[in-house]
């Protein structure tokens, strides 16, 4: 017995973990997509088994360390899919294909992204350089009413942005002199940066349009349609409409940022003055000027994404109305690690799920709500440890002392 | 400690919120004449809102019931703010940053609004006793999950409270919306609970009932100050918080267990936001709606009151009070309109309070206007530096962001 059982304990599993772990994720992602449309399986049956085995396969691929965040996404993905099978299975033919216009679906998942986009770079690129941004959501606020503002003072919607980028660098340069200069708690600077944020797009507001709101005919940031785009399957119905200016300019943005982190001099000089402000500075790197720029920048950033949902998404203004994204970009910057393109995917992943809880209200408003919630559940667990740690810039939060 | 160094020490406590508050009235100030009007008869017309007049005993006649009107407004805002102020204070502390108040106060309404609309024929004490138990419970687990994260996971609480805060909304919406699990029966289509019957409210002590009087919430928010100062400085897990937060290194090595300081700790923080929700609900509207849950900023406020009151007991109360009156004294039912709009005077309410915040942020009344030295009480309470060798604290002081020092990441 033993010396038959020795050497299969001894050899390395048959089939490389990492590979039953991307099993599990592509049985996983079936079990999602088989009662969706267009292959619409009408039972749940199908998509619980694989959801099961799924998350099965999954948990034994968690056991391995190295593997960790493989097996929590299979584990994850299977699980989710089966309440979501059984809700498709209850409803009526109709309603699934109603909620699922694909097309509908990317192009409203892609509205809801644009703003996060923005504020999560924004966030990266005021966190890579050492200082905690909590009040993007009050950043971003500023753009939302300034960007109104600006169209309609100066009626161009270019302007309207810039105006915007400007009030929410404002308060992104008040940010950075309490934290910089004066050395605030960095996350009490950011609580107050949001209600100030408020208080201010309000009371301007009010001062300014009064009850009557925000007049209807504004120069609003247009839509384009690039030619070619078009054509393209499953994703050309959505974009072939028009798709927002800033929406392009916020997915080239991702790149560019990317490449100015990790491939340019000035990049990596912000990283290293975000890891290790002492060394950096002692190299003769300018800790104090580049996170004013920074921190700076990062309000702009978030600000445009403000001047997006106002003046590019909606046409008008209302108290508040950034309603928490500025917190779900946060978000996104810890889910995607403090990397433009990780937190792309994850504000891909916030945004379309923004979307189909905005779609599921059609049929079942009260899963549509709880849907609302799922970005900062997929959040609490990733900061929990459970899909890899995250890790911030070493720096981050701790107030920079010339010695 | 001698008692004139401890009265020195108490008045430079308040001197600098005074100066602070001061400071963003001037500013709110600035605001207001900037967009045209004057800012000496707004805040004239503002504190005649608060009712804090009622206090002068030469106004007299139709001026002084409106004024009791208005100051019973006022104490009833206070008394939430006293509460998520605490939630808040009690977490700076230990050194961790509970930003989780509103979430926290979030749940404990929902159980509060469940708790007191189920039972049609129960004795009344025991109803309103049953809700505020529930509602402090509800509070605990969820502010608790938050400091178990911090202490086994390492998670930084800032992060995981805000995301709790954005659950706890959410699936509040979810609950009350038309077609949720604990939307009104009796009012379908309509986003709001069941109402809470009037067995659970809590009775009014001052004024009346069918106008808003207030209740006897105050009561509760007050004992909990109490309760606050006690636990703090008159308990051993008081002495454990405390000396956590001054150096976990140190208490460590003393034998405490961090661990369970921040769990218990995050607790007993979600008790006092539990109990802000309970005071609220079972005190005015004995209903909750997905609006209300949306607009609620109690436990945001909580953050100022909190730091305006340098996490001491006593100076949450005052700070919750000057919110608690400023919040009356720009609302549409207490601010003379000819004056001042009352929207606008809301929003220079949150104005105000932002400034306040921003400017207890950091030590730039201490340092700059008083030029003494750099000290805030970021969960380093003056007190720890009593009984302390005389330099060790001074070395110490001038680093205010201790309480987001540690490991994990934010």
New interface residues.
Partial sequence: MTVTATPSTVRSPAIPIQRIGLGATVLAGIAWILTLPPIMVRTAVPSIVLGIVAAALGTAVLRDPKHRRLGGLAVGLGLIAIPLALAMANQSAANVREVFTWSAVIASGLTFTTPLIFGALGGIISERSGVVNIGLEGMMLMGCYFGIFGADVCHSWLLGIVIGAAAGGLLGLVHAYFSLHLRANQVVSGTAINLLAVGLTGYFFIAQYGDNGTPGTLPQVPNVSVPLLNHIAFVGPAIGAGTNVLTWVGLLLVPVVWWFLFRTRAGLRLRAIGEQPLAASTVGLKVIATRYVAVTVSGMLAAVGGVYLSDGFDGSFNFDMTDGRGFIALAAVIFGKWNPVGALGATILFGFSSALAYRLQTFSQTLGTLFQALPYVLTLIAVAGLIGRSRAPAAAGIPYVKE | MSSPGRLRRAGRGALIPLITVVLAFIAGGL?VLF?GHDPFRTYGAIFDGTGLNYLFPWVGGNTRTIAGFDLQQTLLNAAPLILTGLSVAFAFRVGL?N?GSQGQYTVGAVMAVWIGSIFPNMEPVLHIVLAIAAAAVMGAVWAAVAGW?RAV????E???T???N??A???A??LF????PLQSRSQAGNPVSNTIVSNAHLPVIWGNPLLQGLDAGIFISLAAAVAFWALMNRSTLGYEIRAVGHSPDAARAAGISIARSYVTTMAICGVFAGLAAAVDVLGWEFQLSTGDIATSQVG?LG??VA?LGRNTAIGTVFAALLFGALETGTSVRALNSNVF?P??A?????????????L?????IAVRLLGLPAKLG?GRPEQTTEGQPPGAADEAAPD??E???PEP??
């Avoid at chain 2, 309410?349 to 921003?358: D, H, S, Y």
């Fill in positions: 605001v967009t940053f930003i994260l996971v390492g998670t930084h800032v992060i995981s805000i995301m709790l954005w659950i909304i959410w699936v919406n979810y919306q038309a077609g949720g945001f953050i100022a730091l709009n929207e606008l809301s929003q220079l309410t949150l104005i105000i309070e932002g400034l306040v915040v921003l207890v942020s950091t030590d730039l970021w205010p962001t309480a987001l020092r990441s934010l």
